[in-house]
């Protein structure tokens, strides 16, 4: 059975995204996105990609969820 990413988001997003489900937070620093590993690629790519789709906010300091990331990470999908 074939994996469906949701929403049209890569992997290496949702690795972000769940970056800040592993920490609990709801704000990250560049520094910690820079830190996100993923086999496929990581960085600040994806997490920019993200502010750009609205599921984080952006400013000088870091990245922020926003109501639309918060609400794919309350998602927990059970095979």
Same mark, same amino acid.
């Given at each position: 059975?074939?994996? !469906?990413?949701?929403? &049209? =988001?890569?992997?290496?997003? !949702?690795?972000? =995204?769940?970056?800040?489900?592993?920490?609990?937070? #709801? +704000?990250?620093?560049?520094? %910690? !996105?820079?830190?996100?590993?993923?086999?496929a690629? &990581? &960085?600040?790519?994806?997490?920019? *990609? %993200? *502010?750009? /789709?609205?599921? =984080?906010? +952006? #400013?000088? #300091?870091?990245?922020? %969820?926003?109501? /639309? &990331? /918060?609400?794919? %990470?309350?998602? #927990?999908?059970?095979?």
């Amino acid at each position: 059975m074939a994996i !469906i990413i949701p929403n &049209g =988001l890569t992997a290496q997003e !949702i690795r972000v =995204l769940q970056e800040f489900r592993r920490r609990t937070t #709801d +704000s990250l620093t560049r520094e %910690l !996105i820079e830190a996100v590993r993923h086999p496929a690629g &990581g &960085g600040l790519e994806p997490a920019e *990609a %993200l *502010a750009g /789709k609205g599921y =984080l906010e +952006s #400013d000088e #300091d870091g990245f922020r %969820l926003t109501e /639309k &990331g /918060k609400t794919f %990470l309350a998602y #927990d999908p059970v095979p």
